[in-house]
């Protein structure tokens, strides 16, 4: 449950659901009992009322039966069947019954054998039935058993449980939906800032160096307000030191290269005004010069990375497009040196990061390369997935056919004005800086570079980046 | 045709300048100031203009602005080596090439007589000539070197009508971004050079989409552009 707004909206749901149970129990408890309490009473009257129609009955039944016969029974039936709920029925001493009547209820015979035995009032234990038996005296004198009974409750006290359940039911649905509806909007309320508070901060991580949360939810005025202008205030900062970072890179680049820049012309002016014998001589001016304003450019490409003023601007970048412009671009001046760049596998690969970063990486790499393989041969760039403990990568192999590096010196490749071997390496160009570029810029990007030696000669280079994500959907 | 303005701030590198270009035959005139030098340029009629990207006061793309408002004078950037964006905006801008600093000399000479021979060719056609060039909507008034695009007239950089022409010449076959640069911009094209891809994305941009077919100018990865011909057309 990571969402804050899921939270909030379940927290208040939950508490406003328990109260809405709580209150419904109670209320419940209270018109059970009270229902209970009611029946009770029903109950009692009832009692009460059999007692009495028994009583009555006894002293008429025996008198009617031994003036007028069987038939007269039927009459108390009939009578007091009206109601719709008493029966009254005569039985003799044995507890036999006086009235043919079909269908007297078990409880009753029961009631009246018992009483039969052993005389006095006699209630059956029946708690839906009320039944009472007692023997009594007729007028001749002989002794008979009077016996009634009743439904215990009228059908109307009878307890249903279904719509109870039913308006409990009711009710709790009521009350889960409107507190749904306005937990809702509650929580939507809440963190709705939130939302965009986190968007402006998304916007600033990815490079928009101008995003803002802005003044909507001035009127607020609350900490999460506070907390959108903070996040203005620093985003403000900022932007501000990463401006006056880049114009201070500018700056020094500016500097640097204005004298290079009078250097050149003139030694073009020397070259047009003096003979060709001092044309080698001149040449070493203009390589060294060079290798200057190379060293320039990288020097300040490092301190930027170094600084972090790159991490800023992260996209979603197709890995096989910069590898294929950048083996391209390599080719073009590979040819010149009658040497060649070729892409040997490639799989469309997705990472974040700065595309120009990683463009500048490889490129030196491939560079390199160029450099040190042997002519005629090419280099071959692959770039593949890779899975390793920590997830799956994109590895980029460049592979030369060039001399290779001794073992001892393959980490300390990627070290800033690292040579292998003097001589050679001021030969054939280079400033020392390109891999520690690499280096750096690579692990900027959460992955990592490394050297080894090919078992048929020549230099493999492998840089590894994490992928990120799917952007395929 | 061979008057030079530069405009840069560096007083020494404006002299070497000057001493370089003008043995190489060309004569040439040094301004300091940003806002001179925009005002020289409409002025005077110079067959090219050397800008430097960073001038204190306005800054060079704000002279650029000012001068391609009022005229097509072929102007070459010099920008910060490495510095993309103002190699980019400067040519989306309207420049016609870049320099990085710091160039060689013999370079910088390269490119001027490439402009000189684009500019050159033009008025060879005797003006009395209306040769056109049309494919579909397009046609090019090559004596004058104006466009137009379904009847409406489009303003196009002299580099970017160059390119339109080799385009046109050969539409529907794919022509190589180095055959491009040589017609174009009249130098070879050099490794990680841009240049071509934004003249061409200019061009995109200011001749707009064809109906519903995309773009008019078809990108082939790895090997060069190609104008398209409208399906609709013979």
């Excluded at chain 1, 039913?166 to 009521?174: E, K, N, T």
């Excluded at chain 1, 290269?257 to 070493?284: E, I, K």
């Excluded at chain 2, 035959?25 to 009629?45: C, K, R, S």
């Excluded at chain 2, 980019?88 to 600093?101: C, F, H, P, R």
Aim: glycine residues 10%.
């Amino acid at each position: 449950m990571r969402s804050l707004f899921i939270k909030i909206l379940l927290s208040f749901w939950l508490a406003m659901a328990l109260t809405s149970i709580a209150y419904s129990i109670l209320a419940l408890s209270t018109q059970l009992g009270q229902g209970s309490k009611l029946r009770l009473n029903v109950l009692a009257e009832r009692r009460q009322l059999a007692g009495a129609m028994l009583a009555m009955f006894g002293r008429t039944a025996p008198v009617s039966y031994e003036r007028e016969g069987a038939s007269s029974l039927g009459r108390y039936n009939g009578k007091t069947a009206g109601s719709g709920e008493t029966q009254a029925y005569l039985f003799d001493a044995a507890g036999r019954p006086l009235a043919p009547d079909k269908g007297i209820p078990a409880l009753i015979q029961a009631v009246a054998a018992e009483a039969a035995l052993s005389g006095g009032l006699k209630s059956g234990k029946n708690t839906k039935y009320i039944s009472l038996a007692q023997s009594v005296t007729g007028p001749s004198g002989r002794v008979y058993i009077a016996a009634v009974g009743m439904e215990a409750l009228p059908s109307w006290a009878v307890q249903h449980w279904q719509p109870i359940v039913r308006s409990f039911g009711i009710r709790m649905a009521i009350s889960l939906l409107f507190g749904g509806i306005v937990c809702y909007v509650l929580a939507w309320w809440l963190t709705a800032p939130i939302r965009r508070l986190r968007a402006a901060a998304q916007r600033l991580a990815s490079g928009d160096l101008s995003a803002r949360v802005g003044a909507a939810d001035g009127k607020r005025g609350d900490e999460v307000a506070d907390l959108g202008l903070d996040l203005d205030m620093m985003a403000e900062r900022i932007e501000a030191l990463l401006e006056s970072q880049k114009r201070l890179v500018r700056d020094v680049s500016h500097e640097l290269r204005s004298p290079l820049a009078r250097f050149n012309v003139a030694l073009g002016l020397a070259r047009q005004h003096c003979t060709s014998a001092a044309d080698s001589y001149f040449d070493r001016i203009e390589r060294d010069a060079g290798r200057l304003n190379e060293l320039i450019g990288e020097l300040l490409t490092l301190s930027l990375l170094e600084s972090g003023a790159e991490q800023l601007v992260r996209q979603p970048l197709e890995l096989d497009l910069i590898v294929a412009k950048v083996a391209q671009d390599a080719n073009f001046e590979a040819e010149s040196r009658g040497k060649n760049v070729a892409v040997i596998a490639c799989e469309p690969l997705f990472v974040t990061g700065n595309g120009e970063l990683l463009r500048q990486a490889l490129e030196n790499v491939v560079r390199n390369a160029v450099r040190y393989t042997r002519e005629g041969t090419a280099v071959e760039i692959s770039l593949r997935e890779v899975r390793r403990e920590g997830g799956e990568f994109a590895a980029i192999t460049v592979r030369d056919f060039g001399p290779g590096v001794p073992e001892a010196a393959l980490d300390k490749l990627f070290l800033p004005f690292y040579r292998v071997a003097d001589a050679r390496d001021r030969q054939s160009g280079g400033t020392g800086i390109g891999l520690a570029i690499t280096d750096r810029a690579v692990r900027l990007h959460k992955g990592m570079v490394a050297a080894r030696n090919a078992t048929d000669g020549g230099l493999v280079v492998e840089i590894r980046l994490p992928i990120t994500g799917d952007f395929t959907g | 045709m061979n008057r030079i303005l530069v405009i840069d701030d560096d007083i020494d590198l404006c002299e070497l300048l000057s001493d370089y270009l003008t043995t190489e035959g060309f004569i040439v005139e040094v301004v300091h100031d940003g806002e001179q030098g925009a005002v020289q340029v409409l002025a005077g009629n110079y067959a090219l203009v050397i800008l430097d990207a960073m001038l204190p006061g306005i800054n060079g793309f704000e002279v650029l602005r000012r001068v391609r408002a009022a005229s097509a004078t072929p102007i070459l950037m010099l920008t910060a080596r490495g510095d993309d964006v103002d190699r980019i905006v400067g040519l989306e801008m309207g420049a016609d090439d870049y320099l990085a600093k710091p160039f060689n000399p013999r370079e910088l000479v390269a490119r001027i007589r490439a402009v000189q021979r684009r500019t050159a060719a033009a008025p060879a056609t005797a003006p009395a000539s209306t040769e056109t060039l049309s494919v579909g909507d397009v046609t090019l008034d090559l004596g004058s070197r104006t466009v137009l695009v379904g009847g409406v007239p489009v303003e196009l950089t002299s580099v970017e009508f160059s390119l339109l022409e080799v385009l046109l010449r050969l539409a529907g076959q794919v022509v190589s971004r180095e055959e491009l640069s040589l017609q174009a911009l009249g130098r070879e094209l050099n490794a990680y050079d841009r240049s071509i891809d934004v003249h061409v994305s200019s061009l995109r941009r200011k001749l707009g989409a064809l109906g519903e077919e995309g773009e008019r100018i078809k990108t082939v990865r790895g090997v060069g552009y190609f104008y398209a011909r409208s399906s609709a057309m013979p």
